[in-house]
Structure formats: structure tokens, C-alpha cells
């Protein structure tokens, strides 16, 4: 027997609005698992011995590690890193790193619970002129820091920072060069990342003075509010930072032992 299903024009419109759904359904489920399976991961290019120019050191390494034991790769992109935050912001990635879990990132970027480390930072001087300052509050107005384009500094100098004229810079080896030059009198680095240039420029450890901390900062993966799959990466990152920290490869990633 034949069944015969008749059509009126009035009902054709109403047919193509539903296979327009569900082919636009079938589009967000493969865009959603292919954006799961291989995110584009934004990391800075300055930040040695985390990121480096090349965007390799150790917070790569881990997100690496982290992402491959829940099965997932990222697709790595090196920019600097207010790029990095544009990209975040805008959705142009799925996420980026090495951002600094504080009340004004947590309002823009989606985060996981589990940082990647956490790094401390201080203000640095020239020896003949640190040791005058114990904390920021020491620091007279119109006070000259330098600091990098879009890192985040901490609730403590957002506070005070209006008294300061910044000078902004894009790379580590700029800020000591303006800190010896004069044209600043203080920098903010992160401690690691100070030792880690000194040493690159071939400067001993006394050419700068470090002088009080800054802050102790939780530093992240940042993921975008506007990619549908960043809550889902967000938490398969938090498990595969527990995995490595639970197998020992976190520890090798630190100590050098692996890369």
C-alpha cells in the first residue's frame, strides 16, 4: 500500500524553519566537540621561565600535560600578552594563560579551580634605592613604576596605583633596562621571572634590589565566556592538573625533569 503525503504551500515554510534548526543543531554539537577536542589556548611571550619567546616553559608544559591526560590537544597560539587577553575577551580563543585569578579577571574570563602555579612578585629597585621603601604605602606620589601592557598586579596596587606614573613596557628585559637606565624608579616582577632575565642578560643578581612584595598570586588558565565550551574545558583542565600532580609528573615538569 501507498501512503501519499500531500504538502500545501502554507506548510512549506514552517518544514524549512525545522531542517533549519536541526542542521543548525548538527553545526554547534560538531563545532562544540571539535572546540573541545583541540582548543586554541592562547599563551604570552614574555614571561620566561613560564611562557618564553617561543611560548615554552614550564606553565605550558603542565597545560600540555594537563590537557593530554584527559585526552585532549591544544592548539598552542604565542602572542603577547594583552593580545592573549584580547583574544580571550573577544573570543577569538577558547582561552589563554598565565592569568592571575583576582576579583577583576573573575569578572571577565571564566576560570577552573586549579591553578597552574603560583608565582610571587615584588617591587624591584636599583641597589642604592630600595632599601628606603618598606611597603607600598612608603612610595611618594607621582612615584615612577614600571610594569608590563595588561598584567594584573593585585587588589593592593589597583588601589593605590592612581598615585603612580606608569611607564608600560611588552618585555621583561625592557623593564630592568628602564629601571637601570633611570627612566623609572621601581619595577614589579614576578621573582622567578626576574632571576630568570638577570641571568639571560648575563647581569648578576645585585644589579637590581628586590625589595617588598608585591603579591603571591594563583596564576590560571583563563577560559572565554563567549565559547560554549569553556565550562567543560574548564573542569577537564582542573582533572588533568589532578592527574599530573597525583602521577609525579607535575613535580618532573618543575624540577626540570621533563619538559
Do not use: C
Not at 145 to 159: L, N
Amino acid at each position: 500500500m501507498t501512503i501519499q503525503v500531500h504538502f500545501s504551500l502554507a506548510t512549506l515554510p514552517v518544514i524549512l524553519f525545522l531542517i533549519s534548526l536541526t542542521s543548525s543543531a548538527a553545526e554547534r554539537q560538531t563545532f562544540s566537540q571539535e572546540t573541545t577536542r583541540s582548543p586554541i589556548i592562547a599563551v604570552e611571550n614574555s614571561w620566561p621561565p613560564y611562557a618564553d619567546e617561543m611560548g615554552e616553559g614550564l606553565s605550558t608544559s603542565i597545560v600540555k600535560h594537563a590537557f593530554s591526560a584527559v585526552g585532549i590537544t591544544p592548539k598552542i597560539q604565542v602572542l603577547p600578552y594583552a593580545r592573549v587577553l584580547y583574544g580571550i575577551k573577544s573570543g577569538n580563543v577558547v582561552g589563554g594563560f598565565n592569568v592571575s585569578k583576582q576579583a577583576s579577571t573573575e569578572a571577565i574570563y571564566l576560570f577552573g579551580n586549579s591553578a597552574l602555579f603560583i608565582a610571587k612578585s615584588s617591587f624591584f629597585f636599583r641597589p642604592e634605592d630600595g632599601d628606603q621603601y618598606a611597603n607600598i604605602n612608603d612610595l611618594p606620589d607621582d612615584f615612577k613604576v614600571g610594569r608590563i601592557f595588561g598584567y594584573e598586579y593585585g587588589q593592593t596596587f589597583e588601589h593605590e596605583q592612581h598615585r603612580f606614573r606608569e611607564l608600560k613596557v611588552s618585555s621583561q628585559t625592557q623593564l630592568i633596562n628602564i629601571l637601570l637606565a633611570g627612566r623609572v624608579d621601581a619595577v614589579i616582577m614576578y621573582d622567578e621571572v626576574a632571576k630568570y632575565t638577570l641571568n639571560k642578560m648575563k647581569l648578576d643578581s645585585t644589579s637590581l634590589y628586590r625589595g617588598f612584595p608585591n603579591k603571591e598570586s594563583r596564576i590560571h588558565l583563563a577560559f572565554s565566556r563567549k565559547h560554549p565550551g569553556s565550562e567543560a574545558l574548564a573542569k577537564a583542565l582542573d582533572k588533568g592538573i589532578e592527574i599530573i600532580h597525583s602521577n609525579g609528573i607535575y613535580e618532573k615538569i618543575v624540577t626540570g625533569e621533563i619538559d
